[in-house]
């Protein structure tokens, strides 16, 4: 499956964003979709993650009650909605899909992944 990350964009602190995650025709299946960032100069970290089949979904506790996970299943998208950004926020947001299902934090069991959309938050 190839995915396609887009929605980034610069916002002022206090902003709402919403990230998109659309997959090819053959779509996500029963896969497991992520959503991690990359900060300027930082490791990757987990976001969230949703199993498409069944829309369980697990998130960093970090960033539990500001972001929400969900899918569309007519357009075959991820969504990654975000609030009260902050500029700690400002990173490359990429999604990965996992072919197992399993909605987890490791991003090495993600295997397709988009290209990342950039996300900045200016104070």
């Known amino acids: 499956v190839q995915l396609q990350a887009s929605g980034g964009g610069l916002v002022q602190a206090g902003d709402s964003l919403r990230l998109s995650c659309a997959a090819s025709e053959s779509g996500f299946r029963d896969y497991a979709v992520g959503w991690f960032r990359q900060a300027p100069g930082k490791g990757q970290e987990f976001v969230a993650a949703i199993n498409w089949s069944s829309g369980e979904s697990y998130y960093a506790g970090s960033l539990k009650g500001r972001v929400t996970i969900s899918r569309e299943t007519s357009k075959n998208t991820v969504y990654l909605q975000m609030n009260s950004l902050q500029p700690e926020d400002t990173a490359v947001y990429y999604c990965?899909?996992?072919?197992?299902?399993?909605?987890?934090?490791?991003?090495?069991?993600?295997?397709?992944w988009g290209q990342g959309t950039l996300v900045t938050v200016s104070s």
């Open positions: 990965g899909a996992n072919p197992r299902g399993i909605v987890q934090d490791h991003a090495a069991s993600y295997i397709y």
